[in-house]
């Protein structure tokens, strides 16, 4: 069998390597990845049997698979590391997906590869079930003077920074100003996978996208028919979240 490591810390590359090898020495792992990207490519190169997934990584997390590929090309197992906490260890378990939970346990591991089932058309269903169960109950505190208003994050559509504050723009068109930076915002939102940095004044919503311009250096139109800058050196990664018909 043969496998792709995908994590973004060398010493856990080598360590996962070392104990697939010592405890399953019939999977060849044929590729070791620091990120989303290049996993995917060594993906498409190797035609793997299992990938081992890490969930928490820059730019792109583990989840994020799914906006690569579409549900026929996952042909191949996915069983995620992950160190997150007991919360999103239950969306797994509900979901029938195969994990491993850091520091990683050479009989743990043993165990989930024996149970690993070679059929998985149902992946990306399911790894679409795991990121609804992880970030659905979850809501945001916004200051607002001596009180904190909650905010469930997929109604927010785009945060703009102004100065000291940052503007919260939700889907009813309701206006909330704030006085937090919007770094402050931008690594609170960071498990939200689809709020993107695609300026230095702006988070947008991505799942709020209705078009791209290449005009006036690259813009995003918005449901709300708002059109937001995005930075030339956002412009691939931006497009690379969504799926592009090949010519």
């Not at 491993?100 to 079930?129: C, V």
């Not at 498990?191 to 791209?212: D, G, L």
């Not at 995003?220 to 990664?237: A, M, W, Y």
Request: proline fraction near 4%.
């Amino acid at each position: 069998m043969k496998a792709i490591i995908i994590e973004d810390e060398s010493r856990a590359q080598i360590y996962l390597k070392g104990i697939i090898e010592m405890v399953t020495p019939e999977i060849n792992i044929v590729a070791m990845c620091d990120d989303l990207p290049s996993g995917v490519m060594a993906i498409r190169k190797h035609k793997p049997d299992i990938v081992f997934l890490d969930i928490e990584m820059p730019k792109y997390n583990g989840l994020e698979i799914v906006n690569f590929f579409d549900e026929k090309e996952i042909n191949f197992g996915i069983i995620f590391t992950t160190a997150y906490n007991q919360y999103a260890i239950q969306a797994f378990k509900t979901s029938a997906i195969d994990y491993l939970l850091k520091p990683i346990d050479p009989e743990e591991l043993k165990n989930t590869l024996e149970r690993y089932i070679s059929n998985q058309n149902t992946i990306l269903e399911k790894i679409n079930l795991v990121k609804q169960q992880l970030y659905k109950e979850s809501k945001i505190a916004i200051p607002d003077g001596n009180n904190l208003v909650m905010i469930q994050p997929s109604d927010i559509v785009y945060l703009k920074a102004d100065n000291s504050y940052t503007q919260i723009v939700l889907n009813t068109g309701k206006k909330w100003v704030t006085s937090r930076f919007l770094k402050n915002f931008e690594e609170s939102l960071k498990e939200y996978t689809h709020f993107f940095r695609c300026h230095k004044s702006y988070i947008i919503n991505t799942q709020y996208i209705v078009s791209y311009s290449k005009s006036d250096g690259g813009t995003v139109t918005l449901e709300n028919q708002i059109e937001i800058p995005v930075s030339s050196d956002k412009v691939e990664e931006l497009l690379a979240l969504f799926i592009r018909v090949v010519r």
